[in-house]
């Protein structure tokens, strides 16, 4: 089913849904970016036609006529004039068609559940494995893994919190475990899965309620010689109380088991301080010993973290690698202005910088009163996290498409209002291949606008395939100062606004 017409001056359009035809929520984003970047395209969507896609149609005005199910995909394309609108669409079906290529023969028919494949496979299936759906559907498909007797990464998010409160209970008494929901990042047995990093091969073990923490974790232990064992990603509702730390604790009895893991950090975004207390009363019943990131006012962050778990192994601290900015100052009255990816990041920022700059305003506050307008937009210091479930609904993760943080800068330097720009970059396989190519424009755009010192926590190692020092050459010769470590970048910034702490 198709439609085209023009909508309003020499616009053309065309709402396309076929039938037959699915990909991973990830492929069609990274369509629609390509789509989008072509020129006299004005908005396109490439997606699943799930409610909360044609939610994000319609808004976008392009809703298609009629009734839609999930199982149809969604093509929507906006254009200046149908010439341009014609090679949008041959685009998409090229884009496509490149996708289909790379899954393997054209003559294969790839399985629609997890079951089945499970089913075809029989006793040679691996024991691993990977749901990425809408969440509307990841529960059952996780579901299905679990009862083979699998264990399960759901990289899904919006799956609700007694679905997962039960598959991992299920998990449990199965004695497999779920790595889940929003689970982003994972190393197991050295495979990196989501958005990990290239790190070494060693003796750490990593339990990660927390993405970005995770990978902040691993690659300042590969930068300092030592390597991990696993990161075992539980999601980042893991320690709340709702779900209890219920993956939490089943990944530390299979580290405890693992002969290549010799210590265990756990890592979360603040937890609920009941459940890191039970896990805190686990761990200590465990042979291998736990040592504790968990951010929260009263506790270290990550750095630190690692620092004190390199203390315990003998190894000396390294200096974290950096590359300084400009003799510069903020002016007087400057704001701290945080545009992060990671919300594990972006919460530490603000547990280093709320001391000495007092309430940060934010879309994912430290305090419920402290929460940013849908605009996301207000005066003083704030700290935002793209990466929000609800910033990432219908497009992809500001790890890969840095446009709404691009527009968020090109405000910051517009604004009348002093500030020091605060980011994180985080590499790593699935991320941007290099960010630095679409940040170094807007930086350099904005401190031509107005005096801005720019802080950037870049998250990566050598290995990786956009390599620190390159992205790190890069933004420092756009003029901004480059930490390894997110707390040393905030504290940077802090030094900036003559507020350290």
Known sequence: MSSSAPAGGDAAVSVQLRSGVYADSVKLMQVSRRIGARDGVSAVLVAMATPLNLELAEGMG?????????????????????????????????????????????????????????????????????????????????????????????????????????????????????????????????????????????????????????????CLLDMAGVGVSHVLGVGGRDLSEAVGGLATLDALAALDTDPATERVLVVSKPPAPAVVAAVEEFAAGLSVPVRSATLSAETPDLTAAVEALLADLGRDV?????????????????????????????????????????????????????????????????????????????????????????????????SDEAAVLLLDVVLGYGADPDPAGALVPALQAARARKSLPVVVALIGTEGDPQAWSRQADALAAAGAAVFASNAAATRYALDLLGAST
């Not at 990977?130 to 559907?137: D, F, K, L, M, T």
């Not at 529960?139 to 679990?146: Q, R, S, T, V």
């Not at 990464?153 to 497999?176: C, I, M, N, T, Y």
Request: proline share 7%; aromatic share 2%; hydrophobic share 45%.
């Open 318 to 414: 390294p200096e974290w690698p950096s590359r300084p900015g400009p003799a510069e100052q903020a002016a007087p009255g400057a704001v701290l202005k945080g545009l992060y990816s990671g919300g594990t990041l972006a919460d530490e920022a603000m547990l280093l910088a709320s001391p000495a700059l007092g309430g940060i305003r934010s879309n994912t506050p430290l305090e419920p009163d402290l929460h940013l307008g849908t605009d996301l937009s207000a005066s003083g210091h704030l700290v935002i996290d793209f990466g929000d479930d609800a910033l990432t609904v219908g497009r992809a993760h500001p790890m890969i498409d840095p446009t709404l943080r691009l527009e968020a800068i090109a405000g910051v330097a517009a």
């Open 62 to 218: 392009l809703a298609p006529d009629g009734g839609a199910s999930p199982e149809q995909l969604l093509i929507a394309v906006r254009a200046e004039d149908d010439d341009a609108l014609a090679a949008a669409l041959a685009d998409v079906d090229a884009a496509l068609a490149e996708r289909e290529r790379s899954t393997g023969s054209a003559d294969a028919i790839p399985h629609r559940t997890i079951g089945a494949g499970l089913d075809e496979l029989a006793h040679d299936a691996p024991a691993l494995a990977i749901v990425s759906v809408p969440g509307a559907y990841a529960a059952a498909e996780a579901a299905d893994a679990i009862a083979a007797g699998r264990s399960v990464l759901v990289f899904s998010d919006g799956v609700p919190v007694e679905q997962e409160v039960a598959l991992k209970r299920a998990a449990h008494e199965a004695g497999v475990l779920v790595m889940g929901p929003d689970c982003g990042t994972a190393i197991v047995s050295g495979v990196a899965l989501g958005f990990a990093n290239v790190v070494r091969p060693g003796p750490v073990g990593l339990v990660a309620a927390s993405g970005t923490g995770a990978q902040q974790v691993s």
